[in-house]
């Protein structure tokens, strides 16, 4: 389970949550001088919700699923690597107007529209709390995703995510 | 699993609230407004500012194609402006933070006419009906207003024109960058400056037959207008001062506006947007008008804005020539830029 703050351009603020479910593990042990050197690679899933707020541009609601790659050892530090599927449900940031069938002006309510996107981020955390049963870890995540389809096109959305990670297992 | 799945409803919740508290406000505030109008197919910001009082709303038509309103509303003359009168700054049609939000978009110059049309409607029924709108289009938006007036005979909707450097000519603007590369370039080339730079630009234009200027040599056309531009002492220095341009906190992304704006651009290049010359139509127009002009403009030569001046059906109609500036007078000679407009507004409001 994570969550923390998501940033669309890192400025336009917002929350996310995720959760994590591991696929697969492997553990290598890698024999060394001074002791061994315990690394463990993970593939997890997840599903993930989240929320931002552009002024003067839309209120996003995220939902999405991600697929994650995990490399981390006994150091504090690990990394990792996702790739996702999202849905954007954009909602106008101000108030909507329409012109209907006979010229006249109309005003919306909530107008929205969805987007679809494929997300890529690689993502660094730092491990606290390692004493306890449940690893705790701190971590930064770039993450661009690739709307399909935006005004006809691919545009990038590019976002930074600053969370706080709770692992149901410990990875070492 | 259960217990994950009340946080995450309860935090949307929560936000759905927050959102909604944003949604319905009067007038323009002083922090802004900001209106979508939904048209064929895509939503179009339109971001309101400035005096709530005035009874004049100006439109202001950005450049491009592949621009966006806010880029205006920077330096001393979007202050001076903004301290007046009510600025309509809009999104144009896949430029922007303008977004498409349904199957029947497309990028044609006569739709984009159409949403500008859907704009002033707005603008007119959410500020008032006795509000007096006034069209400002800079480069691009210079082709797209005139496109606008034109049609329709939607000039009635506007109480008056102010074209800035605008393009409204496109096959007579290409000659005539031609012309000015050729005359002040020789001219620079006689006073030593810039020699390498200047060579290569006029050995160039001399070997543009200007009766066949494709979309290629256009786009070069443009390149070195605004090349040229870093080459000409005398311009104006960037003014500093007013509102200040926040490209980070702006409503519009800069990385996705960049990308879908060059995207519109090339679709408008294919709808033939390179052809559009209203120098023949412009007797149609007898709205007041006001031109605004670089000297050193090489993008949009000043040579359109005295064929306008005198193919023009106006009678209350003039120009206005900026010593010091090229394509972007607002930017060089920010406080003579807005007197130009406050003066002709208040003349004919």
Redesign the interface.
């Given at each position: 389970?994570s969550g923390g703050y998501f940033g669309?351009?890192a400025?336009h603020p917002g929350?996310f949550?995720n959760?994590e479910w591991l696929l697969k593990q492997k553990i290598k042990v890698k024999e060394k001088k001074k002791g061994d050197k315990v690394i463990a690679k993970e593939w997890l899933w997840g599903p993930g919700?989240t929320?931002y707020?552009?002024?003067?541009?839309s209120?996003v609601?995220i939902p999405g699923v991600e697929l994650i790659r995990r490399k981390s050892s006994a150091k504090r530090f690990y990394r990792d690597f996702a790739l996702g599927s999202q849905f954007l449900w954009?909602?106008?940031?101000?108030?909507?107007?329409?012109?209907d069938e006979n010229?006249e002006?109309k005003k919306?309510f909530?107008?929205s529209?969805a987007q679809f996107g494929i997300s890529t981020s690689i993502g660094w955390g730092w491990k606290i709390q390692r004493d306890q049963e449940k690893l705790r870890s701190l971590y930064i995540s770039p993450q661009v995703i690739w709307?399909l389809?935006?005004?006809?096109?691919i545009?990038?959305?590019?976002s930074m995510k600053l969370g706080y990670r709770i692992f149901n297992k410990t990875p070492i | 699993m259960r217990g994950?799945l009340n946080?995450?409803l309860a935090?949307?919740l929560a936000?759905m609230l927050?959102?909604?508290s944003?949604?319905?406000?009067t007038g323009v505030p002083e922090k802004?407004?900001?209106?979508?109008?939904?048209?064929a197919g895509a939503?179009l910001?339109v971001?309101l500012h400035g005096n709530d009082a005035s009874e004049v709303v100006i439109l202001l038509l950005h450049g491009g194609p592949g621009g966006n309103g806010l880029e205006y509303r920077s330096g001393t003359y979007a202050e001076t402006l903004e301290s007046n009168y009510i600025m309509a700054y809009m999104d144009q049609r896949?430029q922007g933070?303008?977004?498409?939000?349904?199957g029947d978009?497309e990028?044609t110059m006569s739709q984009l006419i159409d949403d500008v049309d859907?704009v002033v409607?707005?603008l007119k029924?959410?500020l008032g009906q006795d509000k007096k709108i006034y069209l400002l289009g800079h480069s691009w938006g210079g082709t797209l207003g005139t496109g606008y007036l034109l049609h329709d005979n939607h000039q009635t909707k506007i109480q008056g024109w102010i074209e800035a450097d605008g393009a409204h000519d496109i096959p007579l603007l290409n000659r005539m960058a031609i012309q000015m590369f050729i005359e002040h370039g020789e001219a620079a080339l006689k006073r030593n400056e810039h020699v390498e730079k200047w060579t290569e630009i006029v050995n160039w234009a001399k070997s543009v037959d200007v009766d066949q200027i494709d979309d290629e040599t256009g786009g070069k056309i443009n390149s070195y207008a605004y090349e040229v531009e870093g080459l000409i002492d005398s311009l104006g220095k960037q003014d500093e001062g007013g509102i200040p341009y926040r490209m980070?906190?702006?409503?519009?992304?800069p990385?996705?506006s960049s990308?879908?704006g060059r995207?519109?651009s090339n679709?408008l290049v294919a709808d033939g947007i390179e052809d559009l010359a209203y120098t023949s139509q412009l007797n149609q127009l007898t709205l007041p008008v006001l031109l605004l002009w670089g000297k050193y403009d090489f993008v949009v030569s000043p040579e359109l804005g005295r064929s306008a001046l005198t193919h023009l059906g106006s009678s209350v109609k003039s120009m206005i020539l900026f010593d010091h500036s090229g394509h972007s007078p607002m930017n060089t000679e920010a406080e003579a830029f807005a007197s130009a407009i406050v003066s002709f507004v208040e003349k004919t409001k």
């Open positions: 389970m669309h351009l400025v929350l949550v959760s919700l929320y707020h552009h002024t003067g541009n209120n609601y954009l909602f106008n940031a101000g108030e909507s107007f329409r012109i010229g002006v919306g909530l107008a529209d709307l389809g935006y005004n006809d096109g545009a990038p959305m590019v | 994950k946080i995450t935090c949307a936000l927050f959102q909604l944003a949604c319905y406000r802004g407004r900001t209106l979508f109008v939904r048209i939503d910001p971001y896949g933070a303008a977004r498409k939000t349904g978009y990028v859907a409607k707005v029924a959410e980070l906190y702006s409503p519009v992304d990385i996705i990308i879908t995207r519109t679709k």
